[in-house]
């Protein structure tokens, strides 16, 4: 039998291995899914039982915001902490796009080889230059086929479960299927899955987009593709488990950005930034609980750095770890989050910086003079094609004017006005009007400290170059 101080000892030391194995990380993206569209963030037609389990085992952030609306792009920065003014992919990397981060930046997956780490990614890159990510671990097959995802996870382990690893699981739902037809929906069966169907009569579009027949079949079939995403989810959480890594091992949930609709995909409007973000971390003493901080995918390097105990200080990133604040419900100085968007595409360029606040929003439009280019994966899909030849003069609850001709700078109030359809950024308030500047001086001052190339030539309270 122990005495009480070797009890104590023993008891340190065992809670001192638990933490130098808790250390492995597993990163889930979904692709273009906004945050509302999530069982857990309260939609109750879309069935996500699997992510809404992982969000009563971990926490749930209420607020959270991909810095751009726009995949490659996206994920430069989910990898390399730095917001895509600093990290050198504007736009695609793949085809005539040809983005890539810079030379002189570092991604995570670079900083945990150097720690010791085994990579893994399955599924979709959407990434350049590949050898600025050393992964070990990248077999080829359908991101789409979830099944088969999950197969690979248990490879993963089966190769290599000597090392800790850090795995990325990157699923191509809920991302549409197709340009023509409804362009969402499962069109391909799985062995292994049963596809679920909804009834496009029990869906409400969200008041940035036409309430239509048409819209709602498409979000029927882009629900289809959510739920099975979910499947995905589900499946690899179960060999996360069979595997004897549920207890080791930080996992994250992400969407890479919102829905890929007009006014959503390209844009720094709610609906195409505003993500579904959970962290399930090994001993959580509240599970369940949701965060109100204002969090950003420029945390998430960071973040897994401080779980990983990875040194990095190449430079500094744009963001800060997570952890110290994960189980307190409303912490103090979370409160804005930095935006920045260069192009979704070589047909659209639009440089956009915004600033969120908790209640107010600040957008500059760097380019503001310029129609508003629509991405290529939006301009030619249903909704925005329809809504044209109609002849209407509005997208929802914008005017069609509204949208594609946008001033230099546009100012909401999320708390009365949550879907950004009155500007305020002129507004003879005085009180409105103190707002606004306090917001683009403390903009201009996160950029020019990040030496934003943009501010050399550009700046928020001039018209002209």
């Not at 857990?40 to 389990?53: A, E, K, M």
Request: glycine share 6%; charged share 25%; net charge negative.
């Amino acid at each position: 039998m122990f005495t009480k101080p070797a009890l104590t000892i023993l008891i340190a030391l065992v809670a001192h291995c638990a933490e130098l194995q808790a250390q492995n990380v597993l990163l889930l993206i979904s692709d273009n899914q906004s945050w509302y569209d999530t069982g857990c963030y309260g939609n109750s037609v879309v069935q996500t039982p699997n992510i809404d389990r992982l969000a009563r085992e971990g926490v749930r952030f209420r607020h959270a915001f991909a810095t751009t609306a726009s995949c490659g792009p996206s994920r430069a920065v989910i990898y390399t902490g730095l917001l895509t003014h600093a990290n050198g992919q504007y736009a695609h990397p793949h085809r005539e796009h040809n983005q890539e981060i810079r030379p002189d930046v570092t991604t995570v997956f670079s900083m945990l080889k150097a720690n010791g780490y085994r990579t893994g990614l399955v599924g979709k890159d959407h990434i350049r230059p590949l050898e600025k990510y050393p992964i070990d671990f990248k077999p080829k097959g359908s991101s789409r086929d979830v099944v088969w995802m999950a197969k690979q996870v248990d490879q993963f382990f089966k190769d290599d479960d000597d090392k800790p690893f850090f795995l990325v699981m990157s699923f191509s739902d809920p991302h549409p299927t197709s340009i023509d037809g409804r362009g969402w929906g499962v069109k391909k069966e799985i062995e292994g899955y049963n596809a679920l169907k909804y009834d496009p009569s029990s869906i409400v579009p969200p008041p940035f987009l036409p309430d239509n027949a048409q819209v709602r079949e498409g979000m029927a079939g882009y629900y289809q593709q959510i739920s099975r995403l979910d499947f995905g989810v589900g499946k690899v959480l179960d060999v996360l488990e069979e595997n004897d890594h549920a207890s080791d091992t930080l996992v994250i949930f992400i969407a890479d950005h919102g829905t890929s609709e007009p006014g959503a995909m390209g844009t720094h409007y709610e609906p195409g930034v505003r993500v579904p973000f959970i962290i399930r971390r090994p001993g959580l003493t509240k599970p369940g609980i949701v965060n109100e901080a204002l969090v950003a995918f420029t945390d998430l390097t960071p973040t897994i750095l401080d779980w990983t105990k990875t040194i990095f200080d190449e430079y500094p990133l744009h963001g800060r770890s997570i952890l110290p604040i994960l189980e307190t419900d409303a912490p103090n100085g979370w409160d804005q989050t930095l935006l920045s968007h260069v192009g979704h595409d070589v047909f659209a360029h639009y440089p956009m910086r915004t600033l969120r606040g908790r209640r107010y929003k600040l957008i500059w439009n760097i380019l503001w003079r310029a129609e508003y280019p629509l991405p290529i994966d939006t301009v030619q899909r249903r909704t925005w094609v329809n809504v044209r030849a109609s002849g209407s003069d509005r997208i929802g609850m914008r005017t069609i004017d509204q949208f594609l001709h946008r001033p230099q700078l546009e100012f909401y109030d999320l708390e009365t006005d949550p879907w950004e359809s009155n500007n305020l950024a002129d507004s003879d308030d005085p009180a409105t009007r103190e707002l606004v500047q306090a917001m683009v001086d403390e903009l201009v001052s996160r950029l020019e400290a990040q030496q934003d190339p943009w501010m050399r030539k550009y700046h928020p309270e001039r018209s002209g170059q």
